[in-house]
């Protein structure tokens, strides 16, 4: 099986810098997967890491470190749309490629 | 055009109800997915069908059963509606397995709630 953690909750300042952090542990690592998902909508692609480093979009970015089974997402220069669940996802060869999502992390953003 | 579609989006019903949520894709994606998300707001995967195989989650009760009358369409059936299945179901869709990067297209949920 696939077991993934992160954080239930964080808050953050308007403008600061936030890292959500993921851990996970899963039989033939394929990739992770970064969702972001506004109450009462639809989780929405952000970011993807097969191999290990940073990848950078906008404000957002995803690190992925497989030796450690471990991922995070930094966003800056928060805003209050930012207020949202993140949500951590892993693909592996162990769950037949299907994508399975961490609790996700409820992040609360404030003036 | 919306590339997931599901429908109804909000489902009241008694308990021990037969109902059924429809979706649909015009993505061309060969692999369709159905998510329950509880109301700690864990998605938890259902099932994952192409034209080829259907993967169920061995925990989904039997109760539930995808139909698929072609790749643009899975709907879900679930028979004899209990409290516990009170959710919002999300349907999803991808491109095939071997080129799959984790983006999953979904659809705008549809809420149930079993009365």
């Known amino acids: 099986g696939q077991n993934i953690d992160q954080p239930t909750e964080m808050t953050a300042t308007e403008g600061a810098i936030v890292q959500i952090n993921c851990t996970y542990q899963?039989?033939?690592?394929?990739?992770l997967f970064w969702y972001q998902q506004h109450a009462g909508e639809a989780p929405t692609f952000l970011s993807y890491?097969?191999?290990?480093g940073l990848e950078e979009k906008g404000r957002f970015s995803s690190f992925l470190s497989r030796s450690k089974g471990y991922s995070y997402l930094l966003l800056k220069e928060l805003q209050m749309k930012d207020s949202a669940s993140y949500l951590c996802?892993?693909?592996?060869?162990?769950?037949?490629?299907?994508?399975?999502f961490g609790r996700g992390t409820s992040l609360i953003v404030h003036p | 055009d919306t590339a997931v579609s599901q429908t109804p989006k909000y489902l009241v019903t008694q308990m021990g109800n037969d109902k059924s949520i429809k979706c649909e894709q015009n993505?061309?994606?060969?692999?369709m997915y159905w998510y329950k998300q509880d109301s700690k707001k864990f998605l938890k995967i259902m099932f994952s069908?192409?034209?080829?195989?259907?993967?169920i989650n061995e925990t989904v009760p039997n109760r539930f059963s995808p139909k698929s009358p072609d790749k643009a369409h899975l709907n879900l059936h679930i028979n004899s509606l209990e409290l516990g299945d009170s959710a919002v179901y999300f349907c999803?869709?991808?491109?095939?397995?071997?080129?799959?990067?984790?983006?999953?297209?979904f659809g705008e949920g549809s809420r149930l709630t079993v009365l």
């Open positions: 999803a869709s991808s491109p095939p397995s071997a080129a799959f990067i984790g983006e999953l297209f």
């Open positions: 899963t039989s033939g690592f394929n990739g």
């Open positions: 890491n097969v191999l290990d």
């Open positions: 996802a892993v693909t592996a060869s162990g769950g037949s490629y299907i994508p399975t």
């Open positions: 993505l061309g994606h060969d692999t």
């Open positions: 069908y192409n034209n080829k195989e259907l993967i």
